[in-house]
């Protein structure tokens, strides 16, 4: 079993950034491919990022790419999604999921994933 944890939500101006982390415990994620989701209200969860075991092949959904930027330390077990130049309509709760994988490409689809954290909320606002 593995338990994510995310953190570093919060509230802040556009243009501003946050750091996220996604926290294991269980047992070592080092052979997981890591992605990050999010779901805004009333809106449907997308993807916004993931990282295969390695931290090699690094995805984004268009809508972040070139301002968040997927990393990971699998010593300290995080996974981390730095979010720069925030707009509005980044506002969401974002989760991290984790499967094992020893793929070169990380899942992009939420259904690929076996274990989920609560979420961190993220606002950003104008």
């Known amino acids: 079993q593995v338990q994510l944890v995310e953190s570093g939500g919060g509230l802040v101006q556009a243009g501003g950034s946050l750091r996220l982390s996604c926290a294991a415990s269980g047992r070592s994620v080092s052979s997981f491919a890591v992605g990050w989701f999010r779901q805004a209200p009333g809106k449907e969860q997308e993807f916004v990022a993931a990282i295969n075991w390695s931290g090699r092949s690094p995805y984004y959904a268009d809508s972040v790419k070139g301002r968040f930027t997927i990393s990971r330390d699998n010593a300290k077990r995080t996974v981390y999604l730095k979010l720069n130049s925030l707009k509005p309509e980044d506002t969401a709760l974002y989760y991290c999921?984790?499967?094992?994988?020893?793929?070169?490409?990380?899942?992009?689809?939420?259904?690929?994933?076996?274990?989920w954290g609560q979420g961190t909320q993220v606002t950003v606002s104008s």
């Open positions: 999921a984790a499967i094992m994988s020893d793929s070169y490409y990380p899942p992009l689809s939420p259904s690929e994933y076996a274990y």
